[in-house]
């Protein structure tokens, strides 16, 4: 079964950092994009970022120059893993992150979480003022 299990999350203060992890429970998921989406109370799901399975990065414009997404995509790894390193972190980017997969249109669209067939369970960021 296909599974992804993010971590990372946790409280800092404004203007620190945190990196978010999402690794997948199959190298499959290697061939796919992978994306993050954030979620506060009350709100919609809304994209952060989205690599696809070459490298090419995607990002909303409010995390540009602040957030980098990676991904390991070793051929020695038995899982697929990606990293969404977060810095100078605001109050508003409080929220449930999670890391998705496209699987069934893996091109185009990263930016809308109804693209995505598979998520995790969520990690939460909390950004003290």
């Known amino acids: 079964q296909l599974q992804l299990v993010e971590s990372g999350g946790g409280l800092v203060q404004a203007g620190g950092s945190l990196r978010l992890s999402c690794v997948a429970s199959?190298?499959?998921?290697?061939?796919?994009?992978m994306g993050w989406f954030r979620q506060a109370p009350g709100k919609e799901r809304e994209f952060v970022a989205a690599?696809?399975?070459?490298?090419?990065?995607?990002?909303?414009?409010s995390v540009k120059d602040r957030f980098t997404l990676s991904r390991d995509n070793a051929r020695d790894n038995a899982q697929n893993t990606s990293y969404l390193q977060m810095n100078s972190l605001k109050p508003e980017n409080t929220a449930d992150y999670y890391c998705?997969?496209?699987?069934?249109?893996?091109?185009?669209?990263?930016?809308?979480?109804?693209?995505?067939?598979?998520w995790g369970q969520g990690t939460q960021v909390t950004v003290s003022s």
């Open positions: 998705g997969v496209k699987i069934y249109s893996p091109t185009g669209n990263y930016g809308y979480a109804n693209q995505y067939d598979y």
């Open positions: 199959s190298r499959a998921f290697s061939r796919y994009p």
């Open positions: 690599i696809t399975w070459s490298g090419d990065t995607y990002y909303a414009d």
